[in-house]
């Protein structure tokens, strides 16, 4: 799991210019309305709250996030979206677990593929790696170093699975169906965050400086395919290797 909350604030800081350009907020439109086919109703769908709340993270105006709900419930006519998930192995045998939304598989297998090969990894097949991921919820919290070791306590007492600190930032780890509890409990201690269901490595694969970069690049080009929603991965990335990607 290291590197794993640090990789996700780099991307969320290199999402900013995704926003201006509107890819960003086109694929969190997709997910909204993925998630709405559940239901229209947030406080009753929490994977459509998720959504919702990455949105208005994300700044993403309201009235874009109503009109991705009422395509999710059918009240407009939309894209016939199917979740799908991909999986191969990156350069040096890195597990990748690719979730997409499309509405043409074709199109985003090929895509999907494509980088891989372009990058030195390649499509496996389905199985291949799954296998090395746990469905979780996954929720970071940035509090004072003094607030760190309470919001650890409580968020145990909440029912959380593992919590990782690392100075200011807190990684909360709950079994998917515990997600909302644990967040909202943590919430009425004044403690808000980011959370989301997130495939987490059961261990983790660590490479040398050059490769560990190689592998970081292939990963930002997968994210950066429309249809691609998130990419998984096992690889290891220190705090070093994290500060050089990011000055890049």
């Known amino acids: 799991m290291s590197g794993h909350s640090k990789w996700s604030t780099i991307k969320r800081k290199k999402q900013v210019e995704d926003a201006k350009r509107g890819k ?3 694929k969190l439109a997709r997910e909204i309305t993925a998630a709405a086919r559940e239901g229209g109703d947030p406080e009753t769908n929490f994977k459509l709250r998720l959504a919702v709340d990455r949105a208005r993270t994300a700044n993403m105006p309201k009235d ?6 009422k395509r999710g419930t059918g009240e407009l006519k939309g894209q016939e979206l199917a979740e799908v998930h991909y999986e191969g192995y990156g ?3 890195v597990a990748m677990l690719i979730q997409v ?13 494509r980088v891989l090969s372009k990058h030195g990894g390649n499509l496996g097949a389905a199985g291949c790696v799954a296998w090395l991921f746990d469905l979780k919820g996954y929720i970071t919290i940035e509090v004072s170093e003094q607030d760190a070791e309470e919001l650890a306590l409580l968020a145990i007492e909440a029912g959380a699975e593992d919590v990782q600190t690392d100075g200011h930032l ?14 909202e409990a943590l919430q009425r201690q004044g403690f ?12 983790v694969t660590g490479l040398n ?3 560990t970069l190689q592998t970081m690049r292939l990963i930002d080009a997968l994210e950066e395919l429309e249809d691609v929603r ?5 690889l290891d990335i220190s705090d070093e290797m994290m500060m050089e990607y990011e000055a890049a």
């Open 64 to 69: 874009n996030i109503e009109r991705a709900v």
């Open 91 to 93: 350069p040096n045998g």
């Open 24 to 26: 960003l907020f086109t």
């Open 230 to 234: 998130q990419v998984h991965s096992n």
């Open 101 to 113: 939304l499309t509405d043409n598989r074709n199109r985003t297998v090929a895509d999907v593929r």
């Open 170 to 183: 807190v990684e909360i780890y709950t079994h998917p169906a515990s997600l909302r509890m644990v967040k």
């Open 192 to 203: 808000a965050g980011e959370s989301q269901l997130s495939m987490i490595p059961r261990s």
């Open 209 to 211: 400086r050059e490769k």
